[in-house]
């Protein structure tokens, strides 16, 4: 469910608390027992609050002016076009839509139809290693490369099948910071934002490139012009595990910002109709929280899947290795080292980013609530501070990925569970296999010498 303007006016109105106790104020009462106080701070803080008041984040020009966090990591919004993986676009102020028919999607469909060309020779090549070859090695190594494409495949289902819902999610940003302009008086900033977009968006092109040139070197077999098929692969990859992190960051900085503001504010004029405009501010942002992980929930969810496969194939590749050739490593050990280590990294950011979100939404503001001196405020006062610490108990700071996974640092170490498992059932058939190509002699020489 979306907070509607209408329901946020209220707020501001502070109407539905009245309504609750069973008496309905007049607001303009109070702004007049403030304006009648002779302290000028509460007088002028007064009057600003009026000005904001005729603001409303359902009009398109009042959020493309207060919209910084979309001005900021517009860029990756840009990368994630080019690369046909999502086709949204500002096509009015303050709204991000998205259209089949738009030239967004039109360029997604043709450039998604010549990488599918190149994928499909290179994995024709790849999947011939299969039938010419023996050697158990070569086998992890051709699953890895097959493995590796398969994400082009789903491209249709977790980025144009999920972008009209990302289009409201990031839509419901710009309300948002003019919701947040209304309350606390001060532009929502996201300091060096901008810049550490450029930084992550330029990593991700120099890490694919980086990785399958390292990977085309180390292991036998993976010809340079193979790597054609995968550089939007492995980009796309890491893009996603950058805009997670962007997400999460924005957030977790609006979630310190809001909470610094509240304790300003709280230290100035302790009233219930401030408590409740914070009530219902906080509400919009654990919504955002919850609207990314259900945005984003077909997105990450193969995306967890891939890493996870990924991740035990490597090192059981690499195990192996090590069980046929012993401790000396050779190239193509390291390079399957070096697809965990990567494969692991991009894991870890997406846990611990939403792990680290999750604590700064609701820490800040409860703090500032549970040290509010009670036996100091009204009765009304009391009763938004009970309703707000409800809120914060019902409403709690995690991302679901709409029910199939919580994505924080359990994740990540139950994905690390679930890999050794799986590990140990695949080494005991390893080893088996490796006991039944035992010669005969060999076996009746050990039996003769455990006798003696």
Request: glycine share 6%.
């Amino acid at each position: 469910m979306v907070i509607k303007e209408s329901e946020f006016e209220d707020a501001l109105g502070y109407a539905l608390l009245r309504r609750e106790m069973g008496t309905v104020w007049d607001t303009s009462k109070d702004e007049r027992m403030v304006n009648g106080t002779m302290d000028p701070e509460l007088i002028q803080r007064a009057k600003e609050r009026a000005i904001r008041a005729q603001l409303n984040s359902a009009d398109g020009d009042t959020c493309e002016t207060h919209d910084q966090f979309y001005r900021d990591h517009k860029l990756l919004l840009v990368l994630f076009r080019g690369l046909a993986v999502m086709p949204i676009t500002r096509s009015m102020p303050g709204r991000i839509t998205f259209s089949w028919r738009s030239a967004a999607s039109i360029y997604a469909f043709c450039f998604y139809t010549v990488s599918t060309v190149i994928v499909l020779v290179v994995g024709y090549e790849r999947i011939k290693v299969f039938q010419t070859t023996t050697k158990f090695d070569e086998y992890i190594y051709g699953i890895l490369f097959v493995i590796f494409l398969v994400p082009h495949f789903w491209i249709p289902f977790v980025g144009w099948g999920v972008a009209k819902q990302v289009a409201i999610y990031k839509t419901m940003w710009g309300a948002f910071q003019v919701r947040y302009y209304r309350v606390t008086g001060t532009s929502l900033q996201f300091p060096h934002l901008k810049p550490l977009i450029v930084f992550l968006s330029a990593g991700c092109l120099v890490c694919a490139i980086v990785f399958l040139l390292s990977l085309s070197f180390l292991l036998e077999g993976f010809a340079l012009w193979h790597t054609s098929a995968y550089y939007h692969i492995i980009t796309m990859l890491n893009m996603n595990s950058a805009l997670w992190y962007i997400n999460s960051r924005g957030i977790r900085v609006a979630s310190s910002s809001l909470s610094r503001c509240f304790r300003q504010d709280v230290a100035v004029e302790c009233t219930a109709a401030m408590i409740s405009r914070y009530r219902f501010l906080w509400l919009n942002l654990s919504e955002l929280l919850q609207a990314l992980g259900n945005a984003y929930a077909r997105t990450y969810s193969t995306y967890c899947l891939f890493m996870f496969v990924n991740i035990t194939v490597a090192i059981y590749g690499a195990l192996s290795e090590i069980i046929d050739h012993g401790f000396g490593f050779s190239f193509k050990e390291i390079g399957l080292i070096v697809d965990t280590v990567y494969c692991s990294a991009l894991l870890f950011i997406f846990c611990d980013c939403s792990h680290n979100a999750t604590l700064q939404v609701a820490q800040g503001v409860q703090d500032t609530l549970l040290g509010i001196n009670l036996l100091k405020v009204d009765q009304p006062t009391q009763k938004e501070i009970d309703l707000f610490i409800q809120a914060i108990e019902m409403n709690p700071a995690i991302v679901s990925l709409k029910g199939y996974a919580e994505v924080n640092r359990e994740l990540l170490t139950s994905s690390i569970a679930t890999i050794a498992i799986y590990l140990i059932v695949l080494l005991q058939f390893k080893l088996s296999l490796i006991s039944q190509q035992i010669p005969a002699e060999i076996i009746e020489n050990v039996k003769l010498l455990q006798k003696l």
